[in-house]
């Protein structure tokens, strides 16, 4: 499935798939409802949701009745760290989003496309988290101050 939502493209074929969920029901039952979670080659979150007639995901078929379908929500990352936390297991949602430790807090910044990027393809290349990617460059500077 691919859409363009705010200028931004979402493909389910070149994004990375995340995690994913089910409520259980089997598909094609009304209730069915699944949930995948994608994070673009730039970083940016998106959920490909699909489900039955009496899930969010229903469209209208006319004269008052309703059929499944589906569509692609795009998500910030607190978002994306919400919906991994509620669907995911601890293990999964580590390594998305880098381990949970006690006493550390969330920090958001403004960095430019270019470098939030390069930070994206660098974690990937050594299979880590760009969370403990940037904590291992601060740790760092804040040792060897210049």
Same mark, same amino acid.
């Given at each position: 499935?691919? $859409? ?11 994004? /990375?798939?995340?995690? =994913? ?5 089997? @598909?094609?039952?009304?209730?069915? @409802?699944? =949930?995948?979670?994608?994070?673009? $080659? ?13 899930? +969010?995901?229903?469209?209208?078929? *006319? ?6 379908? =589906? ?26 989003? *880098?381990?949970?430790?006690? *006493?550390?807090?969330? %920090? ?6 270019? %470098? /939030? ?9 050594? +299979? ?15 040792? /060897?101050? =210049?």
């Amino acid at each position: 499935m691919k $859409k363009v939502i705010g200028g931004s493209m979402y493909d389910t074929k070149t994004a /990375k798939k995340l995690g =994913e969920w089910t409520n259980g029901e089997r @598909c094609g039952d009304f209730n069915y @409802c699944e =949930e995948i979670l994608f994070r673009t $080659k730039s970083g940016k979150y998106f959920i490909r949701g699909e489900g039955g007639a009496m899930t +969010k995901y229903a469209q209208s078929a *006319g004269n008052n009745s309703w059929s499944g379908g =589906e569509r692609i929500e795009p998500l910030d990352r607190a978002s994306a760290m919400e919906w991994a936390e509620e669907h995911l297991d601890g293990d999964e949602y580590e390594a998305i989003f *880098g381990p949970i430790e006690d *006493g550390t807090e969330q %920090l958001s910044i403004t960095i430019p496309a270019a %470098l /939030k990027a390069r930070l994206w393809e660098m974690a990937e290349q050594r +299979k880590v988290s760009v969370s403990v990617l940037v904590l291992e460059v601060l740790q760092k500077a804040v040792e /060897k101050p =210049e």
